[in-house]
């Protein structure tokens, strides 16, 4: 079975930064393209960032330039570098395949952005 376990969240300021990590287990991992996603309260999930299994990342609008997605084959690990946190990166963040999710959700990870 699939599992993706999100960690690295919590609260911080406008203009701080927060490194996520997501461990993925039961799966080949380094054949798929991984994603990170959020949702935030009233909203529907979206696709903030993705990685292929080579390594090439693209990013929301929303936030590139400010967030850096990477991976670790050797580790099955994906991480999220949040750097200048505006509040409206307030959010659940979440793991997955990417662009479309394939597996069941796991535990996400409350990033809090407020002063």
């Known amino acids: 079975q699939v599992q993706y376990v999100a960690s690295g969240g919590g609260l911080v300021q406008p203009g701080g930064s927060l490194r996520l990590s997501c461990a993925v287990s039961?799966?080949?991992?380094?054949?798929?393209?991984l994603g990170w996603y959020r949702q935030a309260p009233g909203n529907q999930r979206e696709l903030v960032a993705r990685?292929?299994?080579?390594?090439?990342?693209n990013y929301a609008d929303s936030v590139k330039g400010r967030f850096t997605i990477s991976r670790d084959n050797a580790k099955n690990m994906i991480y999220l570098q949040m750097n200048s946190l505006y509040p409206e990166d307030t959010a659940v963040y979440s793991c997955n395949t990417a662009p479309s999710a394939v597996h069941p959700w796991g535990q996400g990870t409350q990033v809090t952005v407020s002063s």
């Open positions: 990685i292929t299994s080579s390594g090439i990342s």
């Open positions: 039961g799966t080949t991992f380094s054949s798929y393209t």
